[in-house]
Every structure is written in structure tokens, then in C-alpha cells.
């Protein structure tokens, strides 16, 4: 791939995969090399894609998977450095809320991000994550009610 098609590549996916990398991680060190390895893994693979939408749902899919090799890494630390977020241009009415999301469990982070922030319907989150549209729906609820009890006491 040339230097141009790359940079394109990047410009146009880049900000999905790293928004995606940074929900599943909580940490921007450890978004950032989720983000490097994607990447490094897609100018591998360039030639094979029939489409964007299929450029999109690969890149989807890797991040997720090298986010979940990441997460169960044996020397990853259980500490989530949340106070790190505030500073990634995220607008000082949506910090309580990002923090909240951040806190969720990972799996219930990565419906919220697809849904909310990436705007993929159920049906789309269910094919990029190899799971039931059920199992979908119910993590969304999940995390809803996760986030509603997380935020009560704050005005938004």
C-alpha cells in the first residue's frame, strides 16, 4: 500500500478504532498500542478487503480481539487510571459520564461505545461481536441500569 493510501486509511478509520481501543482499555498508554498493533495488523492485510464496510468491520473486530488479548494479558495491572480520560478533549459536562462508562465491565463498554458513540444498530453490534441480537439488547440493558445507579447523584 502506498504512503498516501495509508495515511488515508488512518484518516478515515483511525478515530473509530481509537475511540473503540480507549472504551475497551480505559487507559489512553494501552489505547494507543492497541491502536498501533491494529494498524500495523490492517497495512498486513490491506489488499484483502472488498469494501469499507468491510475495511470497518475488520478493523472493528481486531480491535476488539487485541483489546481482549490486552485485558487478559498476564502483567497487565488491574488499575484503571481513569483520571487520564478528562484529559482526551472529552467536554467538562461529559466527564461524569465518560468516567461512568470507563468504570462498566468491558463487555458492557463495548455495546455502549458501538451503540452510542459509533451508532451501530443492535443487529450490526450482534455480527461484529459473534453473538445473539438477544445478548446484545441485554448487555445494553445491563449497562443502562449500571450507568443509571453510577449517575443518580449527578446533574446532568
Keep these: 500500500m502506498e504512503h498516501d493510501k495509508r495515511e488515508d486509511a488512518v484518516a478515515r478509520f483511525g478515530d473509530m478504532v ?9 487507559s489512553v498508554p494501552d489505547a494507543e498500542d492497541v491502536f498501533q ?3 500495523l495488523r490492517y497495512f498486513r492485510h490491506e489488499n ?7 475495511r470497518r468491520a475488520w478493523l472493528i473486530r ?6 481482549k488479548s490486552a485485558l487478559t494479558a498476564p502483567w497487565r495491572r488491574r488499575v484503571l ?23 462498566l465491565p468491558p463487555k ?10 459509533e451508532g451501530f444498530s443492535v443487529a450490526e453490534i450482534a455480527a461484529h461481536l459473534g453473538c445473539a441480537e438477544g445478548t446484545v439488547k441485554a448487555q445494553l440493558h445491563r449497562a443502562r441500569a449500571k ?5 443518580r447523584d449527578v446533574e446532568l
Excluded at 18 to 26: D, E, F, G, S, T
Excluded at 48 to 54: I, N
Design 108 to 117: 458492557y463498554r463495548t455495546v455502549v461505545h458501538l451503540h452510542y458513540y
Design 18 to 26: 481509537w475511540r473503540l481501543a480507549l472504551a475497551r482499555m480505559a
Design 147 to 151: 450507568l443509571k445507579e453510577a449517575l
Design 37 to 39: 498493533e491494529v494498524f
Design 62 to 67: 481486531c480491535t476488539i480481539n487485541r483489546t
Design 48 to 54: 484483502d478487503f472488498e469494501s469499507d464496510e468491510h
Design 81 to 103: 487510571p481513569l483520571e487520564i480520560a478528562a484529559d482526551l478533549g472529552v467536554r467538562e459536562e461529559n466527564r461524569e459520564v465518560y468516567a461512568a462508562v470507563l468504570a
